[in-house]
Nanobody, 127 residues
Framework: QVQLVESGGGLVHAGGSLRLACAAS????????MGWFRRSPGKEREFVAT????????DYADSVQGRFTISRDNPKNTVYLQMNSLKPEDTAVYSC????????????????????WGQGTQVTVSS
């Protein structure tokens, strides 16, 4: 079965960095777009970043553009989220997700475009 396991979260001061990883199994990872989303207390889950199956196309939410970088290592079945210049408003549970269909080129920012989700990893940024 599909499994997505996030790691790398933690507590960091504002301005600091973290690198999240999402280890995937149970499907043909190299064929699927992957996404990162986050949920803050009292808020809806929101889009953070997405990457095509080959890594050739990236898309970011305006709030993280220029600070976060999504990447993937297909032989390792892992997608990453490098987060720099972190702000207190980045505090959230970060989850990775698999797109509903393989070889999806056009960007996908809606949670309904993703089928499987990890449990998430907590990121807390102190001011």
């Amino acid at each position: 079965q599909v499994q997505l396991v996030e790691s790398g979260g933690g507590l960091v001061h504002a301005g600091g960095s973290l690198r999240l990883a999402c280890a995937a199994s149970g499907f043909s990872f190299s064929k699927y777009r992957m996404g990162w989303f986050r949920r803050s207390p009292g808020k809806e889950r929101e889009f953070v970043a997405t990457i095509t199956w080959s890594g050739g196309s990236l898309d970011y939410a305006d709030s993280v553009q220029g600070r976060f970088t999504i990447s993937r290592d297909n032989p390792k079945n892992t997608v990453y989220l490098q987060m720099n210049s972190l702000k207190p408003e980045d505090t959230a549970v970060y989850s990775c997700a698999v797109a509903a269909a393989p070889y999806t080129w056009s960007t996908r920012r809606d949670i309904r475009d993703y089928t499987y989700w990890g449990q998430g990893t907590q990121v807390t940024v102190s001011s």
